[in-house]
Structure formats: structure tokens, C-alpha cells
């Protein structure tokens, strides 16, 4: 299976919800959080990198809740607005 790549605008999305989860991680470890949200390490550093830019739903709502944000909240700080 081929996947479409990313578009510029999907790339800049999940590194703005990359630095939103490492921010409200605060001082907490990764290995605390993920096994809060019940995904591994790895996982979660892919995504505050933005290595994994297009995390499945499951998984931001799981880290979500590990962090203590809300979904909306969440969500509306990633979509990128029209300048």
C-alpha cells in the first residue's frame, strides 16, 4: 500500500499538535504520560516531533485526557487559519 504523501499544510498541523502535547506535558516524563494514555513511549515521541504528524483520533483523545486537555481545545489550536 502507497500513502499520499503530506501536504505542507497536514505537516505544519502536527507539529503545532506535537509542541501543544509537549508543552502541556510540562515537567512530566514521556514514559509517565504515555503509559498514562496507554501508548508506548515511541509513539508519543513521534508525535511531539512531528515525525508522526497524523495521529490516529484514539490517540490525541487518549493524550488528551493523560493531559488533562480538551478536545476542542485541542483541536482548535491545531487547524490552521487562513492568513
Known amino acids: 500500500m502507497v ?3 503530506l501536504t505542507p499544510e497536514e505537516r505544519e498541523r502536527g507539529e503545532r ?6 508543552e502541556a506535558r510540562g515537567g512530566r516524563s514521556m514514559t509517565q504520560v504515555a503509559a498514562s ?4 513511549a515511541e509513539t508519543l515521541r513521534k508525535i ?3 515525525r508522526a504528524p ?3 483520533f484514539f490517540t490525541v483523545a487518549a493524550l ?3 493531559l ?3 478536545m476542542d481545545e485541542l483541536a482548535g489550536q491545531c ?3 487562513p492568513v
Do not use: C
Open 3 to 5: 500513502r499520499t504523501p
Open 17 to 22: 499538535l506535537g509542541r501543544l502535547l509537549r
Open 37 to 40: 494514555a496507554g501508548i508506548s
Open 48 to 50: 511531539e516531533t512531528g
Open 54 to 56: 497524523t495521529p490516529a
Open 64 to 66: 488528551a485526557g493523560a
Open 68 to 70: 488533562g486537555l480538551s
Open 79 to 81: 487547524v490552521l487559519v
